[in-house]
């Protein structure tokens, strides 16, 4: 595992095994629907409140995940997980029935990708025999932790951002310890018509303040960091998610759009 210029090369290059995710009733009527592995209606998910909801959602991503794979987390596992809530409760009540060694995380809309950088960072280094990852949402919650509750019946601007009701979840695993990456090149993409994807490098990103204070529009907040990540180019990576035929550019014109105008901005700047 090396350090090039603050982007982490794997040398085995960790697997991602299996994944599962949970969402609610208006992610399931979304664009992305059918890659859900379950959706629910129920807001609370039979429990009594929406944090218990939040957590009930994550401990089913996970045992999606692990079901999926067909393996069996032993002793020499880890769990990164994390969620929007004080304290990560919603993780930490989650993984109580998985008994694994367990660090909660917490990065906001960055909580999935950088469970995994930490899982395969472990993995790689040979730390961890494997890794259990997983973040989760609920708008109720995050309303009620950033906003305000939904019984005090603020109203809502139209360009609010709607945060997700849902949880994934994914399992990491070292590849054969024998195998080292061709460090001539990136791994090229399989012919295998399944194959099982794996984490080549990662990229911790920078903190860059453009003094954004709409709570209501915190994707503005965040598109600046990803537009200064360097040599990481947004627009080569989203092309690289048309590799499962999926359109992204349509679903994530908001998105995309927000990260073109700081592009520009920054342009103006130099």
């Known amino acids: ?12 290059c960790p697997r991602i095994m299996s994944y599962a995710s949970v969402v609610g009733k208006k992610e399931g009527e979304g664009p992305l629907k059918e890659y859900f592995d379950r959706i629910v209606h129920d807001s609370y998910f039979g429990k009594d409140t929406f ?19 067909g393996l069996k987390p032993d002793k020499g596992w880890i769990a990164c997980c ?13 993984m109580r029935s998985f008994g694994l060694s367990y660090a909660g995380v917490y990065g906001a809309c960055s909580t999935m990708a950088l469970s995994m950088i930490m899982a395969s960072i472990a ?9 259990v990852c997983a973040a ?17 019946g603020s109203q809502r601007p139209p360009t609010a951002q709607w945060t997700v009701t849902g949880a994934g979840s994914c399992l990491i695993t070292p590849t054969d310890r024998q195998t080292r990456r061709n460090e001539s090149s990136h791994p090229q993409r399989s012919t295998d018509p399944s194959p099982i994807p794996c984490i080549s490098a990662c990229r911790l990103g920078r903190i860059i303040d453009y003094n954004i204070t709409d709570q209501n529009n915190m994707g503005a907040a965040m598109a600046p960091a ?10 080569k990576n989203i092309h690289r998610l048309s590799y499962q035929t999926m359109d992204v550019f349509s679903m994530l014109t908001d998105c ?9 901005h920054l342009e103006s700047e130099r």
Request: aromatic share 8%; glycine share 6%; hydrophobic share 35%.
């Open 226 to 235: 990803n537009v200064k990540l360097g040599t990481y180019d947004n627009r």
């Open 256 to 264: 995309r759009s927000s990260a073109e105008r700081f592009s520009i």
């Open 136 to 152: 989760s949402s609920h708008y109720c919650t995050a309303e009620r932790q950033y906003r305000f509750p939904l019984e005090y």
């Open 82 to 94: 994390g969620d929007l809530l004080n304290q990560c409760v919603a993780s930490s009540f989650a």
């Open 123 to 131: 993995v790689d280094s040979g730390a961890a025999s494997g890794a």
């Open 51 to 69: 944090e218990q909801a939040e957590s009930e959602m994550m401990r089913l991503a996970v045992q999606g995940a692990i079901e999926k794979s």
């Open 1 to 12: 595992m090396q350090n090039i210029e603050g982007n982490i090369i794997f040398e085995h």
